[in-house]
């Protein structure tokens, strides 16, 4: 898959969620983790994170939103359920994305909205629990960017394969010093 992308949430305060997004994160192959306002007893990866995903991603904590400090073109991408979300099998997923959730008892901060670049939802009829949230991003991410075979219209393997990776030709540049030549 092409591009990176990070998960993080807002506000945190439960120990067990943190614990299952940071492992469902390393399992989907994010590049980093983070938290915003993260309650101060959670900081760091709880005993449900049974991958042990801080030894194999970076995890950021910023205090605020202010303080938030992704990498240049990094697009912010809130999941939170509002009138204006864009629907998330309908979302277009930025190569370069930072996903962020709200808490678990509360919605995204007006100022974490407005920071975002695209807020999405997740089409289901009322909240559900933040870890299974961002479990469902990273499957859509995944599922949208990966390298799969079409899904099959009826019911079963897909029919034609996925195809195979084709490497475009080298690039001349006329006028070009190459180092060591």
Known sequence: M???????????????????????????????????DADQKIRKAPPSDTSKSPGHLPV???????????????????????????????????????????PERGSLSPEMLARCDHVVKIPTKFCINVAMAGAIVMYDRHRALGRYAERSITAGAPKIERPKHVSGGPVMRTGRKVPGT
């Open 2 to 36: 092409r591009g990176y992308f990070a998960i993080g949430a807002e506000g945190l305060s439960k120990r067990m969620n943190l614990g299952t997004l940071m492992r469902s994160a390393h399992a989907f192959g994010a590049n980093f983790f983070f938290t915003v």
């Open 60 to 102: 950021f904590t910023w205090d605020s939103v202010d303080t938030m400090d992704l990498p240049r073109g990094c697009q912010l991408v809130g999941i939170e359920l509002t009138d204006d979300s864009i629907d998330l099998p309908s979302f277009g997923h930025p190569l370069q994305a930072a996903y962020v959730l709200g």
